[in-house]
Nanobody, 119 residues
Framework: QVQLVESGGGLVQAGGSLRLSCAAS????????MGWYRQAPGKHRELVAVTTSGSITNYADSVKGRFTIARDNAKNTVYLQMNSLKPEDTAVYYC?????????????WGRGTQVTVSS
């Protein structure tokens, strides 16, 4: 089994910063991509940022220029640096990994971490 564990969420004022971390552990053969999604109350889960094994990154238009995704392959960890936070960034942030385990390649998800931005 593979587990993804997020950390770093919390409450911050608008304009502030937070850094999320997500560590993957377990029976991992390789990681194709890791990324972050978010889900606000009453809304669908949406992509925030993703980085592939080839270091290709992709961001939602709403976070470009404010958020930065980074990956430490040696630690199987992905980070999301969030700057200039806005109240509309408030959501539960989920870590996602496209991971090859002992059997197959599949999506794994963390439990989520709450990010609340006050105005």
């Amino acid at each position: 089994q593979v587990q993804l564990v997020e950390s770093g969420g919390g409450l911050v004022q608008a304009g502030g910063s937070l850094r999320l971390s997500c560590a993957a552990s377990g029976y991992i053969r390789s990681i194709n991509a890791m990324g972050w999604y978010r889900q606000a109350p009453g809304k669908h889960r949406e992509l925030v940022a993703v980085t592939t094994s080839g270091s290709i990154t992709n961001y939602a238009d709403s976070v470009k220029g404010r958020f930065t995704i980074a990956r430490d392959n040696a630690k199987n960890t992905v980070y999301l640096q969030m700057n200039s936070l806005k109240p509309e960034d408030t959501a539960v942030y989920y870590c996602n990994g496209v991971i090859r385990d002992l059997i197959t390649t599949r999506d794994y998800w963390g439990r989520g971490t709450q990010v609340t931005v006050s105005s």
